[in-house]
């Protein structure tokens, strides 16, 4: 390992923020939730089930089939627009076209689509110095029963024994500088992405493997080359090793690159919370390490930890990019990860993370919660009454921040940014407000349309706020204005849905039993489903459920039952189907092309379908050339 473990923590990575930030920026109307919510009382659609795509994962048996299909994906890729990172469904659409070109079986669409991706990104994966790329290859090529290496928390920690070919891998990358790991979990690799120690990745892999990892490479536009392995097995497994050192050994520089990435502007949003934090933000009380631990101050020192540490940097990350994309997107091709912004707009940024941080810490009093971005909360570390303090301490303080840009954003620009956050506030406040209301004395008649205006005072305006800021930092909002509230509602209501449906996943992120939330008695949509389509005795159950005590397993399966009698979480992905194609829709219409990507690409990652919004971690950092001057604006 050539970079530090002690600089990774996994742990760290594995909480998910509850989605509850809600800074709102313009009244949701009455009209408009009817109108996300209109066609609850359809018909539930058949529920779109995930195909299986076992059938699709075959690899050409020869070597010469796989070298055909190889040179015809390369030349394939030659025809393709590289300016923009396509989506799976392109990519699948385009190895359908190639396969049908050679009159192949659908059996090879993995494969194919492997191979497309691999030429697409090629010239600009080989662009990347080696100390910047990944090699990623799996445990399952590992010497079956005489490997003496052991696992840790970042995969297998081979020993160069010399028995398999990861170690001939290893040994020849780490010389030339790339960082190595043996490991298969995206999280990790995603985590070192962001965090700015690597631009590329070289994965070997099978094709299970690699269909996972496709959406999260293509979000995020990083570019990669894939070597398939020939099989899924997870041993006695093999390779076509000459197509790793097609890449390996080679370097290319490019003067920009081809496809626009997101992962600079992720990285700043980081950065604006560790290397630049002490000069944005500077204590004012809490100075030395005595006057911090000093009465006096304590409050600063507790609120400044809390913004600086943890959490992934989402809702600045908006607002940088959105910033960046109004006026012109370019740090999107910048190779160096450069991004070039005022102090001002990181100041903004910052106050929406300040927003966001204080509702979560009043959150997790109302909820109680232990832990928080894989640390103790506030109010457990410390007290209730400290813990509301630092939350009051930190809505204070972003206020300030907006502010203290005015004279070079303009006291207009200011103030319509400081409205919107005064009215997320609001909203969050009322969404919060009427889902305590409805916790301390439960409705059971709560209709669909009642839990979505709940969602959608409490979650899209935290999103809205931030999109809000970045544009209006770059100038009018007249071409945003109407878009953005309701582009962010349906991104906040299509959001928690996706995340109440995450609840009934017993192993996803960090929900390790399925149905907590549904137990914390919660107006989510999936209940208000329930309730609709229950009869009567299945209300009565519903009742009984949730208002019950003990035998938490049974309750659960209980009223896992009644959903799924009810249809309840196929007509909720249907929800979200349609808030995804209505946040599309309204994305298509907007002018400017780089603004309407970046929507595109929040669409994409904020309602992936079984993955959180792309990781974007401040907890393992190292420094990137992240340019800021004042007056850039
Ligand atoms: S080279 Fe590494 S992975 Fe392969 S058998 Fe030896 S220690 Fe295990």
Not at 87 to 101: H, M, P, S
Not at 235 to 244: F, G, I, M, R
Not at 352 to 366: G, N, P, T, Y
Not at 443 to 452: G, V
Request: hydrophobic fraction near 40%.
């Amino acid at each position: 390992m050539i970079w530090s473990k002690t600089e990774l923590s996994i742990d760290s990575f594995e909480r998910i923020e509850e989605p509850t930030l809600t800074i709102a920026t313009t009244e949701t109307s009455q009209d408009q939730v009817i109108e996300t919510t209109s066609d609850f009382s359809d018909q539930p659609k058949k529920r779109k089930r995930r195909r299986s795509t076992s059938h699709l994962k075959a690899v050409p048996e020869t070597l010469a089939m796989r070298e055909r299909v190889k040179a015809a994906a390369e030349q394939f890729a030659e025809g393709l627009n590289k300016a923009e990172p396509f989506t799976k469904d392109e990519l699948e659409g385009f190895a359908r076209t190639l396969l049908d070109q050679l009159e192949l079986p659908e059996k090879f669409l993995g494969f194919a689509m492997v191979l497309i991706g691999n030429f697409f990104w090629k010239r600009q994966f080989m662009a990347i110095p080696y100390s910047r790329r990944l090699l990623l290859l799996p445990h399952c090529l590992k010497h079956a029963e005489g490997c003496p290496a052991e696992y840790d928390e970042f995969g297998l920690d081979c020993e160069s024994c010399g028995a398999c070919s990861i170690a001939d891998y290893k040994v020849k990358a780490e010389k030339l500088g790339y960082k190595v790991l043996v490991a298969e979990g995206s999280p990790i690799v995603l985590k070192i992405i962001v965090a700015g120690y690597i631009d590329g990745i070289l994965g070997v892999a099978c094709l299970n493997v690699l269909e996972k990892a496709i959406d999260k490479v293509l979000i995020t536009g990083v570019p990669s080359y894939a070597v398939p392995l020939h099989t899924g097995d997870c041993k006695n497994t093999s390779l076509d090793e000459s197509w790793v050192w097609d890449v390996l050994e080679k370097y290319e520089p490019m003067e920009e690159n081809q496809t626009r990435s997101y992962v600079p502007l992720m990285r700043a949003a980081n950065h604006l919370f560790d290397s630049n934090f002490d000069r944005l933000l500077p204590r004012v009380r809490a100075t030395t390490t005595e006057k911090a631990a000093s009465p006096l101050g304590k409050t600063e020192d507790i609120a400044y930890d809390w913004l600086a540490k943890g959490g992934k940097r989402f809702r600045p990350f908006i607002t940088l990019a959105a910033y960046d994309a109004a006026t012109g997107g370019k740090s999107l091709k910048s190779q160096e990860g450069v991004f070039e912004f005022s102090d001002s707009v990181g100041r903004v940024s910052m106050a929406i993370e300040a927003f966001h941080k204080a509702s979560l810490v009043h959150d997790d009093i109302q909820d109680d919660d232990l832990y928080r971005y894989g640390r103790e909360t506030l109010h457990r570390a410390y007290d209730v009454g400290m813990a509301i303090n630092v939350g009051d301490y930190l809505i204070g303080l972003g206020y300030r921040l907006v502010n203290s840009a005015r004279s070079e954003l303009g006291a207009e620009v200011a103030c319509d940014i400081l409205d919107r956050m005064a009215m997320a506030h609001i909203k969050l406040c009322d969404g919060q407000g009427a889902e305590m209301a409805w916790q301390s004395s439960p409705d059971w008649t709560m209709t669909p349309l009642e839990a979505l205006q709940i969602y959608a005072l409490k979650t899209s305006p935290a999103f809205e706020a931030a999109l809000y800021a970045g544009l209006r930092m770059s100038g009018p909002m007249d071409a945003y204005d109407e878009m953005v509230p309701v582009f962010c509602r349906h991104l906040g209501v299509g959001f928690q849905i996706l995340n109440d449906l995450k609840d009934w996943c017993g192993d996803s992120n960090n929900k390790l039993v399925a149905g907590q939330d549904a137990l914390a008695l919660r107006p989510t949509v999936l209940l208000s489903l329930a309730i609709q389509a229950a009869n009567e005795q299945q209300r009565r159950d519903l009742e009984s459920i949730l208002t019950g005590v003990g035998d938490e397993e049974r309750r659960i399966a209980e009223l896992k039952h009644i959903f799924d009698v009810c249809n309840v979480f196929e007509k909720a992905e249907a929800l979200v189907d349609k808030s995804r194609a209505r946040a599309e829709a309204l994305a298509d219409d907007v002018e400017s092309d780089e603004v309407r990507q970046l929507l595109y690409f929040l669409v994409d990652t904020v309602l992936a379908p079984e993955e959180e919004p792309v990781p974007i971690h401040p907890d393992v950092l190292v420094p990137l050339p992240v340019t800021q001057h004042v007056g850039a604006v």
